[in-house]
């Protein structure tokens, strides 16, 4: 009798995949297991919701390099599905061009308030995406999401740079506090454009007040056009520049970036890996006293701390 593969099988496969890499790195087997482990997944059949949310947040948080992680995740979009609209933008993966135009100016003071605190900042973060019906974050959403709060703990929370490892556990802890948010009512898209606005002034209206949405300059695709008349909540054009040097090192292809740029950009001073907390609770619990915040800056309580609403929406092109 057949055997039919389920989550668990496909997730012990990864698990032996990762550990042939770290035990016998660059040897050939490691190349058969992964073709073997994609075509398994694409000649599968019969995914529900939960098992492909599942999968792909296992695909995310596993320790396998960054080319396995994506030829697995191709694999993951190109399964037929027959299960109708949403599994397929599930499954696929959501793509915000612009995460930090999406970000409220609630959500934005809330996340001022304690700075150093990761967690925090994580939770507000990732109950915004769950406000905006994303369901399956790509990649590249974490490290939008993530940068926000490296600029929130360096530029803000004036704490020196973390190192790549810190940093690289700080997107991994993101994926963790995301899957244990609580889902938002609003239905779900494949593309979320950088203006939010192309998504209809009717889907502004009814997720946010109108008059706080801001909508990306013309001119530019980095700056917000009412940056000006904002000086007190929005970083300026220096603190920018550093935090895109910053940025560099963590998306090393940034499109803020031209190629010029990158070059001329010097290499980031080296510092310290930063403590990060490997458990890190999700939204529904309250986050224990962490390492990067003072007693004066501790993130207020689940209780006293206001809604996050899915409503104010602004556009702050400015991270990525």
């Known amino acids: 009798m057949t055997h039919q593969w389920k989550v668990a099988d496909y997730i012990q496969e990864m698990n032996h995949l990762e550990k042939l890499i770290q035990q016998h790195p660059g040897g050939p087997l490691i190349q058969t297991m992964t073709v073997s482990l994609c075509t398994k997944l694409k000649s599968s059949s019969n995914w529900t919701s939960q098992a492909i949310l599942e999968m792909v947040q296992k695909i995310q948080d596993s320790g396998l390099p960054d080319d396995k992680k994506k030829a697995i995740q191709d694999a993951m979009d190109a399964i037929g599905l027959n299960e ?146 904002q000086p007190q909540a929005f970083p300026g054009e220096a603190m920018l520049a550093s935090l895109t040097n910053l940025l560099t090192t963590f998306v090393p292809h940034s499109p803020l970036l031209g190629a010029n740029q990158q070059k001329a950009l010097p290499a980031p001073a080296a510092s310290p890996a930063h403590p990060v907390p490997k458990n890190i609770p999700t939204p529904q619990t309250s986050p224990a006293p962490l390492p990067l915040v003072s007693k004066a800056e501790t993130a207020p309580s689940a209780e006293g701390a206001p809604e996050i609403a899915p409503e104010a929406m602004l556009s702050i092109s400015y991270f990525i």
């Open 84 to 229: 109708g609209s949403h599994l397929q933008v599930v499954m696929a993966g959501q793509h915000i061009e612009g995460f930090s135009n999406y970000i409220s100016k609630k959500d934005w003071s809330r996340m001022e308030e304690a700075p150093k605190n990761t967690v925090h900042t994580m939770s507000i973060l990732a109950q915004r995406l769950r406000a905006m019906g994303v369901a399956s974050m790509k990649e590249a959403t974490k490290k939008q999401a993530t940068s926000v709060v490296l600029y929130l703990l360096v530029h803000k929370g004036g704490e020196p740079q973390p190192g790549p490892d810190a940093r690289k556990r700080l997107a991994n802890g993101f994926g963790t506090v995301f899957a244990g948010a609580t889902p938002g009512a609003m239905p779900g898209m494949s593309k979320y454009p950088a203006n939010p606005m192309e998504l209809g002034s009717q889907w502004v209206i009814l997720r946010g007040t109108h008059n706080d949405l801001r909508t990306p300059s013309p001119s530019s695709s980095s700056m917000p056009s009412t940056l000006a008349q």
